[in-house]
């Protein structure tokens, strides 16, 4: 049976503040963490931007952003793991797919069973700030799409919905 579930996100890069947060849930003796999202602020570095711009090419920073992202995802992984706590984790806005790094502990799109308990994750957004637009426009960020998230949501019929950044959305389910 889980008492104590933390949840968390938006650290967007400070690897202090998930220890810290993972310390304190070690301290109180958390079952679960869930991390909604946004490990990454900057997924590219200036150097490599200015490559971009002085170079056009466009593989070249394609290639050393997802070097760069990948680098800060793998750190945040492996603090969350160090903990010792079982967690599961979503993208958020400025994360790009995390399935590589983090495996089944990724959520996104799909539902787990957790000491009987149905929860169901999906992040991503359609809705991005402006120095995330290269990135969204290279197709480098997880997409949120109203309509999968309806039909994963109506057929997995969940207990818990965890969802990141659902900028945009008037309607309702």
Not at 100 to 120: A, K, S
Not at 160 to 166: D, G, L, R
């Amino acid at each position: 049976m889980t008492k104590r579930l933390f949840v968390a996100g938006d650290v967007h890069d400070d690897r202090e503040s998930l220890k810290a947060f993972t310390n304190y849930a070690q301290s109180q003796e958390a079952d679960s963490i869930l991390f909604c999202g946004d490990f990454s602020l900057r997924p590219y570095t200036a150097a490599s931007l200015q490559d971009l711009i002085e170079s056009e090419n466009v593989k070249r920073f394609i290639d050393s952003k997802r070097q760069h992202n990948e680098t800060i995802i793998k750190d945040m992984k492996s603090i969350l793991d160090s903990s010792g706590i079982p967690y599961h984790v979503i993208p958020g806005n400025y994360d790009p797919d995390i399935s590589g790094v983090f495996g089944e502990n990724d959520l996104h799109g799909r539902t787990m069973n957790h000491n009987g308990i149905n929860i169901f994750g999906y992040g991503g957004a359609d809705a991005y700030p402006e120095q995330i637009q290269l990135m969204v426009k290279l197709g480098e960020i997880v997409n949120f799409d109203h309509n999968e998230l309806y039909d994963l949501l109506k057929t997995g019929n969940p207990d818990i919905a965890i969802m990141t950044e659902k900028h945009g959305y008037t309607g309702s389910l």
